[in-house]
């Protein structure tokens, strides 16, 4: 009996990787038809490639902000992507829908998609470690930012508009649901998460189906897609390379601190060995070029650190010559808790599954969402999880040491303040009462139960018991804090951050979207600002 299971989940798994191989022929030759491609930048792993060279621009992460942020910047300038990760393309464990939730269960020290970490709340969490970063890992979901986060941070409409829809024109989709999912949906409507929206990429409360950077053949289409945009004439990516900090030079001015350039080693742990690439340094030093760290929540303020950028109390005990005092690296980390009801009994073998819909309620205060995921090599459980959208609790994250590859310490302090714990309480009896709707009871074919937990006490328990994380942790370097409102640190010349560390909280159902969007955005911003110095040049220069 044993053995003839053996065979069996041997043939299942044979089967996927067919499913996978065939999936990828036919992305190549079908994908174009719904999303335009063009050729991708010329992508390195030899680092003596990149070494003692110069780009106007060097953007560090080839994530969710980097990718698009990138490819922009190079319609007019050369650029060099760093990402410490190695290219999704051929991956299944990235590309194929059927292998959702698969890179957050093979993980290692250093070559793996996706990287562990563990709070030292004692939570486990996960960060992107490829080309595409978290967009190469997550469930795909895509919904905006809500109206009332665009309008706090001060972006300008239409460009913001423009930007989302740039990249919807690319990557992506509207999916069609499955069994499940739908399920979810009239399980989301039976508790109450009013009205139906139906497709939308809007965030509004109530029901609705988000869209999708899965397309119809269930090929995922990450960050790394929108690189096709890019021109590759004047475009390099370098992966399998992990930033060790910044170089900065006085410039002849004592009082004011300029970026240079990068210093870098291989990712895989094979040689200490440092290597940099430079900014390229024109005559006009008012139209020089920036590098803008996009390494996310947990890379950007650590990189900061590693260069001398943060406390400097902190810093001493790592022997790191301070640069510039700056308190707000590595402050105001945030995490959304999260809480997940399983309403399957046992483990099985079902298909993977991300979530294609979402319940937005209580004055977007909550979001619900169901999916399948995979357990271990072939079982899988069926959650439905919700997260409170605007925690109030904060941490901060700190050096663990000075080795780049390592995660540094980060701690978030789930539900340490109470407006929090009440929260979660409130949004504990919603989620039961989705997961417990008859609904999902018909679906799964199980006597419908309603004993609820009754107790304020009891659900309480329940949330710090059983916290986790929606893996939408941002911060560290926040706008107003670290960086200005054009993502600039302050204090230094050259230097700019621009990913979810700059967030003071996590944008629409989830901050994929938000995040693609500001890395077009912000992209445009600079050429435009670059067009600007270029303009009051000629106009001084010829009066």
């Not at 399998?240 to 001015?253: D, L, R």
């Amino acid at each position: 009996m044993e053995a003839s299971n053996f065979k069996f989940q041997k043939t299942i798994r044979h089967d996927r990787l067919l499913k996978a191989f065939i999936f990828l022929l036919i992305d190549l030759s079908l994908c174009s038809l719904s999303h335009p491609q063009g050729e991708l930048p010329y992508m390195t792993s030899d680092v003596k490639e990149v070494a003692g060279k110069s780009f106007d621009y060097i953007v560090v992460g080839g994530g969710t902000a980097g990718c698009p942020l990138a490819a922009t910047l190079s319609e007019k300038f050369s650029v060099l992507l760093v990402e410490r990760g190695g290219s999704p393309y051929g991956n299944p464990l990235v590309l194929d829908k059927s292998f959702y939730g698969f890179s957050l269960i093979q993980t290692d020290e250093f070559s793996s998609v996706a990287q562990d970490f563990i709070s030292t709340d004692g939570v486990r969490n996960c960060r992107g470690r490829v080309l595409g970063g978290s967009s190469a890992i997550n469930g795909g979901f895509y919904s905006r930012a809500s109206e009332d986060f665009v309008n706090k941070t001060g972006w300008d409409k239409e460009l913001v508009k423009d930007a989302y829809t740039w990249v919807e024109s690319k990557i992506v989709s509207t999916p069609e649901l499955t069994p499940w999912q739908t399920v979810v949906e009239f399980g989301l409507l039976e508790a109450g998460i009013l009205p139906y929206n139906g497709f939308s990429l809007e965030h509004i409360e109530g029901t609705k189906i988000g869209g999708s950077i899965f397309d119809i053949w269930g090929i995922r289409h990450t960050s790394a897609d929108l690189l096709r945009a890019a021109n590759p004439k004047i475009f390099v990516v370098l992966l399998n390379a992990t930033v060790k900090n910044i170089i900065f030079h006085s410039n002849g001015n004592a009082t004011q601190t300029t970026v240079h350039g990068i210093r870098f080693i291989k990712s895989d742990g094979s040689t200490d060995q440092t290597y940099e690439a430079y900014l390229n340094q024109p005559k006009n030093s008012t139209s020089c070029g920036d590098v803008i760290l996009s390494a996310g929540a947990l890379g950007s303020p650590q990189i900061l650190l590693l260069s001398g950028i943060g406390p400097h109390k902190h810093l001493m005990n790592f022997n790191i010559s301070h640069v510039l005092k700056l308190k707000g690296v590595g402050k105001r980390m945030k995490d959304n808790p999260s809480i997940a009801v399983l309403v399957d009994t046992d483990p099985q073998n079902r298909q993977p599954e991300p979530p294609q819909v979402s319940g937005i309620a209580k004055d977007f205060k909550f979001i619900i969402e169901g999916g399948i995921i995979p357990t271990s090599s072939n079982a899988t459980r069926m959650p439905v999880a919700a997260k409170i959208a605007f925690p109030v609790s904060e941490g901060r994250l700190k050096l663990n040491s000075t080795d780049p590859r390592q995660n540094p310490s980060v701690k978030f302090n789930y539900l340490a303040e109470e407006r929090d714990l009440e929260d979660c309480a409130n949004m504990v009896h919603l989620l039961e009462r989705v997961a417990m709707s008859q609904s999902v009871s018909f679906y799964l074919g199980v006597k419908h139960q309603s004993n609820l937990m009754t107790s304020t006490d009891e659900q309480r328990k329940f949330c710090k018991e059983n916290v986790k994380t929606y893996f939408h942790y941002h911060g560290g370097c926040t706008v107003g804090s670290v960086v200005d409102n054009d993502y600039k640190v302050y204090g230094v010349k050259g230097l700019r951050v621009v990913d979810g560390s700059t967030f003071l909280e996590s944008p629409g159902t989830n901050p994929m979207a938000t995040l693609l969007m500001l890395g077009r955005y912000q992209g445009i911003k600079i050429l435009r600002e670059r067009e600007d110095i270029s303009s009051s040049s000629s106009t001084q220069q010829n009066p």
